[in-house]
């Protein structure tokens, strides 16, 4: 149901609004990358890209900036952030290179809240039984005068509900 939010002609009726309605009110969380995993994700980089020759000590305060600045990152978008950094770079990425392919990562579940989002802000509703209420009979009345006085014939069913109009 949310692949269709972006095609032009999708129609959602009130019991698929309903469903989709608590998707959209979700926040997706993000799965927290543990140490193990930024270091394993940084020496990944470090290997395959190369990197300016620094000595003992600037290598070690280097890969703790690293690592404080990438604590609690999401561990998918890490990983993904990586795959582009080996894809795009000849050189190991800086901090700020990588937090910038990480912003651009969408988790599976952030896409479905913004397609369920786009449905309840913007997708078209298919009418439902019932849907139109009753119009009260001065309203009734004052249209089919308005109406005649355009030389537009009218004819509203006696309950309100249904309408027919045709040129005089």
Same mark, same amino acid.
């Given at each position: 149901?949310?692949? $269709?939010?972006?095609?032009?002609?999708?129609?959602? !009726? %009130?019991?698929?609004?309903?469903?989709?309605?608590?998707?959209? &009110?979700?926040?997706? !969380?993000?799965?927290?990358?543990?140490?193990?995993? @930024?270091?394993?994700?940084?020496?990944?980089?470090?290997?395959?890209?190369?990197?300016?020759? *620094?000595?003992?000590?600037?290598?070690?305060?280097?890969?703790?900036?690293?690592?404080?600045?990438?604590?609690?990152?999401?561990?998918?978008?890490?990983?993904? %952030?990586? $795959? &582009?950094?080996?894809?795009?770079?000849?050189?190991?990425?800086?901090?700020?290179?990588?937090?910038? $392919?990480?912003?651009?990562?969408?988790?599976?579940?952030? %896409?479905? @809240?913004?397609?369920?989002? +786009? @449905?309840? &802000?913007?997708?078209?509703?298919?009418?439902?039984?019932?849907?139109?209420?009753? @119009?009260?009979?001065?309203?009734?009345? $004052?249209?089919?005068?308005?109406?005649?006085? &355009?030389?537009?014939? !009218?004819?509203?069913?006696?309950?309100? *509900? *249904?309408?027919? +109009?045709?040129?005089?």
């Amino acid at each position: 149901m949310l692949d $269709r939010a972006f095609e032009p002609d999708a129609v959602f !009726t %009130a019991r698929e609004i309903a469903l989709i309605e608590p998707i959209a &009110r979700a926040v997706a !969380t993000p799965q927290p990358a543990g140490e193990r995993y @930024i270091r394993q994700s940084l020496g990944g980089l470090s290997v395959a890209l190369p990197s300016q020759a *620094t000595d003992t000590v600037a290598g070690t305060l280097k890969l703790n900036t690293y690592m404080a600045m990438l604590a609690g990152c999401d561990e998918r978008a890490l990983a993904y %952030a990586c $795959r &582009r950094c080996l894809d795009e770079l000849d050189w190991m990425p800086t901090i700020h290179q990588i937090k910038d $392919r990480m912003a651009k990562w969408v988790s599976p579940e952030e %896409a479905a @809240i913004r397609r369920a989002r +786009a @449905i309840i &802000r913007a997708g078209r509703r298919a009418p439902e039984e019932g849907d139109v209420a009753a @119009i009260p009979p001065e309203e009734v009345d $004052r249209v089919n005068a308005f109406l005649r006085t &355009r030389g537009i014939a !009218t004819q509203f069913s006696p309950d309100g *509900t *249904t309408f027919q +109009a045709q040129a005089a």
